[in-house]
């Protein structure tokens, strides 16, 4: 390419941070080609990638007080969700789908706390 890569010549609908993996390794594919081996790279490795070549210098971003609490409330939702694909019971399944709920909803709240 003989133009110089930028964040306004990408035209991207989203910030970098916010998108996904599959939309990152797309990017990578599509409009990034220096970077070699795209398809195979988690959304970990792939930003800091991105970032290089466009040379965007990586911000020290805040950490979130509440991680430990999201991940714990997280895998309990996990464990929830084992239990209701597991159960036959209709109203045990009703109980565990409000239980899932309420915990998505805290797990958020937290997240947005820190924000």
């Known amino acids: 390419m003989s133009e110089e890569l930028t964040l306004e010549s990408l035209e991207l609908k989203k910030d970098l941070d916010k998108m996904t993996q599959k939309e990152l390794r797309e990017l990578c594919i599509e409009k990034i080609t220096q970077i070699t081996g795209a398809s195979g790279m988690s959304k970990e490795e792939l930003l800091p990638a991105i970032k ?17 609490q999201i991940v714990i409330v997280k895998k309990d939702i996990a464990s929830l969700r084992e239990k209701k694909t597991s159960t036959t019971d209709r109203t045990q399944r009703e109980i565990l789908r409000k239980k899932i709920n309420r915990l998505k909803k805290r797990s958020r709240r937290l997240a947005a706390a820190s924000v």
């Open 52 to 68: 290089e070549v466009l040379g965007i210098e990586e911000e020290e971003e805040p950490k979130n007080p509440f991680k430990e």
